[in-house]
């Protein structure tokens, strides 16, 4: 049962705004989404904006606190639904990603606000899902819905809607440079599939256990082999600025990360950065290969478990495990991959659009695969990808404190949201 629509008054000027920024905010980024442009959007001077936004800062504050506030309201009016919680969820994930204007966003660049306005964002986000935990766990006291992490649940439910609201942001915007530039999905088969698999999940046999066999990430932490190995400890320097430029990439953008935020952040100076990696253009380039490199270790892993004869089902749980793992493990904080991409050289954007290609291509097949074989359900692997993109990429952000000691739990958690869905598994 969709949520009853409220007669909505002509949007203000105001919102006008809100809707223009959030809309280039979705696209471009902090960093290249200008106030003219803004401006031009809805046909107003720069000037005029600033009766309504002291900055552009401001401005980014004002478009995540309203993109949080709906998702708050609309989970709220979720429940209230006379429907089993299942069909509530379901109504949550289809009212915001069917809203006219882009006023859910992903909250990609939160870190780059003053502190008291980050504080009240996230503050705001964690109001969001705890309305969508207390939903799911009322959904579990009533049998309508399994056991599960009810408060890592709603962040992953969370996730996918605000990366579905993005795509849909994508939509007839050319020349944009994303992981899905050679893929046109619908936005309503999305949204589909999305309801689907949160609901029913992909597993084929969804009462099958899958036990923990994560892959081992310590190559990917490249140490010194003593206090002597110069070369070594020169690698390790290396690799500490790009995990800490990553980290801070993945939080408060590109454009809003100076090398002198880099190189605060890591005690040292910015002649170290210059020696160790280069500049920012280098450290971002540097960052993105090393994305890509520990994407490829993971499935080349996958691939070596295969080949020896590996349970196929169960190597490609827990790769789909490690590599959440990785993402959320601060001793490698991999980029986001769509992180910083119009900020990238020529020839980098040709680097990163083959790895997409080849990394896609990897998914097929191991999509096809396993749906041949029954343990996977009949569904279109690039629609699957996105939503599970979307269900993981929160990991990076720093949304939520996640202790070491409680790290493989979560992304278990995560993992299982859609894989087996949210309904009882008896």
């Not at 939509?171 to 999905?185: A, F, K, Q, R, Y």
């Not at 040292?268 to 500049?279: F, I, N, Q, S």
Request: glycine share 6%; with cysteine.
């Amino acid at each position: 049962m969709p949520i009853q629509p409220q007669t909505e008054p002509k949007r203000s000027r105001h919102e006008s705004i809100l809707d223009s920024a959030a809309f280039q905010l979705a696209n471009y980024g902090v960093g290249n989404a200008t106030l003219p442009e803004i401006a031009t959007c809805i046909g107003i001077t720069r000037s005029a904006i600033y009766y309504y936004a002291k900055s552009k800062e401001d401005l980014v504050y004002q478009v995540y606190k309203r993109s949080c506030d709906i998702l708050v309201k609309t989970a709220e009016a979720s429940a209230r639904l006379p429907v089993p919680v299942p069909g509530q969820i379901a109504a949550f994930i289809a009212e915001v990603t069917s809203r006219p204007q882009t006023d859910v966003i992903a909250l990609n660049e939160v870190g780059m606000l003053a502190p008291d306005q980050q504080s009240e964002v996230l503050a705001r986000y964690e109001d969001a899902v705890g309305a969508l935990a207390a939903l799911i766990t009322a959904g579990t006291a009533r049998r309508e819905l399994r056991r599960c992490d009810a408060r890592i649940a709603a962040h992953g439910i969370v996730s996918i809607v605000q990366q579905l609201c993005m795509i849909k942001g994508w939509e007839g915007i050319t020349g944009n440079l994303s992981p899905l530039v050679d893929v046109h999905l619908d936005m309503e088969r999305l949204v589909e599939v999305a309801i689907d698999l949160v609901v029913n999940g992909w597993a084929g046999d969804r009462a099958r256990a899958v036990p923990l066999d994560l892959i081992d990430l310590a190559p990917l932490n490249d140490l010194p082999d003593s206090a002597f190995d110069r070369e070594g400890l020169a690698r390790a320097k290396r690799t500490e600025i790009l995990t800490t430029a990553s980290r801070m990439f993945n939080r408060r953008g590109v454009s809003s990360t100076t090398l002198d935020d880099i190189a605060a952040e890591l005690h040292a100076t910015k002649r170290t950065l210059y020696h160790h990696v280069g500049d920012k253009q280098e450290i971002l380039s540097a960052c993105h290969a090393r994305s890509r490199e520990i994407t490829n270790f993971l499935f080349d892993q996958y691939a070596k478990r295969l080949s020896m004869g590996d349970d196929p089902f169960d190597a490609h749980v827990n790769h789909l495990r490690s590599s959440a793992l990785a993402v959320s493990d601060p001793q490698l904080e991999p980029l986001r991959l769509a992180v910083g991409l119009p900020d990238l050289q020529e020839n980098e954007r040709a680097a990163y659009e083959e790895f997409v290609r080849c990394v896609g291509a990897r998914w097929q097949q191991t999509h096809a695969a396993l749906e041949a074989t029954g343990h996977l359900r009949a569904l279109d692997a690039d629609v699957m990808g996105s939503i599970h993109v979307g269900s993981i990429n929160w990991l990076a952000k720093g949304l939520m404190t996640i202790e070491t000691e409680n790290r493989v739990h979560i992304v278990t958690e995560v993992i299982d949201l859609l894989r087996l869905g949210l309904s009882p598994l008896d």
